[in-house]
């Protein structure tokens, strides 16, 4: 199957779908593999090594779309994609499309079939998403630190404070004990923060707190609320598969926060968890409401592209492969489940 490589649009996404060596791994497969030029540069994978395992470089979108049946891609189509594509294409990246109900149409009027990275699921996990979201956990502490400097507008808190002395350590509040939410809390509670996590779920609570006993965790919405008012950074992290967040936080919840406090809203792409939470690019990653300090990039391991891209790689190779597949849409259970949008019909909830 031709299979194409687009140059991602959405502002400072770095990402791209594959490493040469995935490339040369479909390549072997008896693939053919197609990239727009300069589509690896922010990764730092440069045209000359894919071109090294035999992807064919095309000098515009539109060569690139023509050229291939498969489009694989990282983050979902903009505008300026989807005047490329048709119905004859199959779209592979991560959609959202729960909380995103324009494009949800856009595709379904293209007539394509779609897939999203978030909705593959095997073995009760998300394979493709889960490296993305521990990195987006890792971020939301490191952006969320910075976040807290007086400079940057925050209350003026070193997070994890300083070994000596009666200091201030900072208290940290996750939402959700996924994939994103474990990270955040391990990189917090390394940093000597005071961390809290609360999760509905009593197995993944009991999961963390055997991998640092040192961690709070609740499973009480009431008591969750409770801590807002002594909380510096909150992280959203709660996430329903194939589902909008919920709005766990109210924004006359935020009232009870201290000003200069930060929220850095993971769950932005489907929705957000926080009633206050819009999508925001890494150009304006930021914005004040109720006196706290909102970080809701939509694409946050854009941010760090070179790690991400490699995630994303590791694990992306064996389920492109199975879309090139006779019948896959209809012999493989777990790809035919992860179809969002096919032959002008929307096959998931909406909003």
């Known amino acids: 199957m031709n299979i194409g490589i687009p140059k991602e649009t959405k502002i400072a996404e770095g990402r791209v779908a594959l490493t040469p060596r995935s490339c040369e791994e479909l ?15 922010l990764s730092g994978f440069k045209d000359s090594e894919y071109r090294l395992v035999g992807v064919s470089i095309c000098s515009s979108a539109e060569e690139l779309y023509q050229s291939s049946q498969l489009i694989v891609k990282v983050k979902e189509p903009l505008e300026n994609d989807l005047i490329y594509l048709t119905s004859q294409h199959i779209l592979f990246c991560f959609l959202h499309l729960a909380a995103n109900e324009k494009l949800a149409n856009d595709l379904s009027r293209i007539g394509l079939t779609a897939i999203g990275f978030e909705s593959v699921r095997e073995h009760n996990q998300l394979p493709i998403l889960k490296p993305m979201s521990e990195i987006a956990g890792k971020l939301s502490v490191q952006i969320g630190t910075t976040l807290l400097h007086q400079y940057q507008g925050g209350v003026g808190l070193l997070l994890g404070g300083l070994s000596v002395g009666a200091i201030d350590k900072g208290q940290v509040l996750v939402l959700g004990a996924g994939s994103a939410g474990k990270q955040a809390a391990l990189l917090a509670r390394k940093m000597g923060a005071h961390v809290f996590v609360y999760d509905k779920s009593l197995t993944a609570l009991a999961e ?41 936080i109210k924004r006359s919840h935020l009232k009870l926060m201290m000003d200069g406090a930060v929220i850095v809203d993971i769950s932005v792409d489907q929705g957000g968890c926080i009633e206050t939470t819009r999508p925001t690019s890494y150009n304006e990653p930021t914005f004040v409401e109720e006196g706290v300090i909102h970080f809701c990039v939509a694409n946050m391991p854009g941010a760090v592209p070179r790690t991400a891209t490699q995630a994303l790689s590791a694990v992306l190779p ?10 896959w849409g209809e012999q493989d259970a777990v790809m035919k489940s992860a179809i969002n949008v096919k032959a002008g019909k929307v096959l998931i909830n909406l909003l």
């Open 27 to 41: 390549i072997v497969n008896g693939h053919k593999l197609y990239m727009q030029q300069g589509a690896g540069l």
């Open 208 to 248: 963390l707190r055997k991998i640092d006993p040192l961690i709070q965790t609740i499973n009480n919405e009431n008591d969750c609320l409770s801590l807002l008012e002594t909380t510096n950074l909150l992280v959203g992290a709660l996430h329903i598969a194939g589902k909008k967040s919920p709005r766990f």
């Open 318 to 327: 064996a389920y492109i492969h199975r879309l090139t597949q006779e019948g």
